[in-house]
């Protein structure tokens, strides 16, 4: 198993930006599936899940209404759209499989950095 993020990247406050996961060896929609985020000098936090039934969860009161998960299965792919960001986004993104994240195997993630 393999995952890769990108369109992450440095932006001022209240922009967007997408950000986009592909996997080898997973098949989105049918593991739940997450986006995580750590800031420096923070632990690990679960931002968003798309469960196995497809109900979308976000977790941080801070990022709701502002971030929503997706997943396109024709081409196995799981995206975050993040609006109005904020400096306290500011961090390194992960995609993951929940099981996967349990095991602790992480991919490179993908950078946000939002200045105010």
């Known amino acids: 198993v393999q995952v890769v993020e990108s369109g992450g990247g440095s932006v001022q406050a209240g922009a967007s930006l997408r950000l986009s996961c592909t996997a080898s060896g997973i098949t989105f929609g049918l593991d739940p599936m997450g986006w995580y985020r750590q800031a420096p000098g923070k632990q690990r936090e679960l931002v968003s899940q798309?469960?196995?039934?497809?109900?979308?969860?976000i977790y941080p009161p801070s990022v709701n209404g502002r971030f929503t998960v997706s997943v396109d299965k024709g081409k196995n792919m799981m995206f975050l759209q993040m609006n109005n960001l904020k400096p306290d986004d500011t961090a390194m993104y992960y995609c993951n499989p929940l099981f996967r994240a349990s095991l602790g195997y992480w991919g490179q993630g993908t950078q946000v950095t939002v200045s105010s």
């Open positions: 798309i469960t196995a039934d497809n109900r979308t969860i």
